[in-house]
């Protein structure tokens, strides 16, 4: 079976694979994120994801490889991660009652060839009270995340509802990426499933 390198640390993504049972290995990749022109959110995240996976790729020769990069953008501004905890407040702040997008850029790459897309979902915010905001950031959850906070985590309590992808919040769009991995001939869906003894 082709090997699956997972060009990323974040243990969420690894999670999400783990989940559908899609088998890989990670190969961080050494890349700078910093991007100078200015890019429409969407092609931000794909330029990103892109240039993970090509960094990984490079030395992995016959293996595909799955890059991945998530953004929070609200008024058209993207949130990265906060910088201290008087950040996650003000970025908390700033979402609370109101709705921002999701947007998580997904590349797949192998020996040259190149494929990526990006997923989008809105999250929609509770009107938060200032003790809801202290009280989320004093559990430390929002400090390496983007926009201060992980749905899959404690931060559900404050979500009141979201249009589209959830895993695209948690960090990899699954239905996506496996489309996509099945483009470079990964059989995903073999194997089957054992069946129960009753």
Same mark, same amino acid.
């Given at each position: 079976m082709m090997q699956i390198v997972l060009a990323s640390t974040s243990p969420r993504r690894q999670e999400l694979l783990r989940q559908v049972g899609i088998p890989f290995v990670i190969d961080a990749p050494d890349v700078d994120e910093h991007v100078l022109e200015p890019l429409p959110p969407?092609? %931000?995240?794909?330029?990103?994801?892109?240039?993970? =996976? +090509?960094?990984? $790729? +490079?030395? +992995?020769?016959?293996?595909?490889?799955? !890059?991945?990069?998530?953004?929070?953008?609200?008024?058209?501004?993207?949130?990265?991660?906060?910088? /201290?905890?008087?950040?996650?407040?003000?970025? %908390?702040?700033r979402?609370?009652? +109101?709705?921002?997008?999701?947007?998580?850029g997904v590349a797949v790459v192998r020996d040259g060839r190149e494929l990526v897309a990006h997923e989008e979902t809105v999250v929609r915010f509770?009107?938060?009270?200032?003790?809801?905001?202290?009280?989320?950031?004093?559990? #430390?959850?929002?400090? /390496?995340?983007? !926009?201060?906070? !992980?749905?899959? !985590?404690?931060? =559900? $309590? %404050?979500?009141?509802?979201?249009? #589209? /992808?959830?895993?695209?919040?948690? #960090? %990899?769009?699954?239905?996506?990426t496996v489309q996509m991995l099945s483009q470079f001939g990964h059989p995903i869906f073999t194997g089957g499933a054992r069946r129960r003894e009753t």
């Open positions: 969407g092609r %931000l995240v794909e330029q990103l994801a892109l240039r993970k =996976a +090509r960094a990984v $790729a +490079r030395r +992995r020769p016959g293996s595909i490889v799955l !890059g991945a990069d998530t953004i929070v953008v609200v008024d058209g501004e993207v949130l990265g991660k906060p910088a /201290d905890r008087a950040d996650a407040v003000a970025m %908390l702040e979402l609370s009652g +109101r709705s921002h997008q999701v947007l998580t509770a009107s938060l009270t200032r003790e809801q905001v202290e009280w989320y950031v004093a559990t #430390g959850e929002p400090m /390496d995340k983007a !926009g201060a906070y !992980g749905i899959q !985590g404690r931060a =559900a $309590a %404050l979500i009141s509802g979201i249009s #589209g /992808d959830y895993y695209n919040v948690v #960090g %990899l769009p699954l239905y996506r």
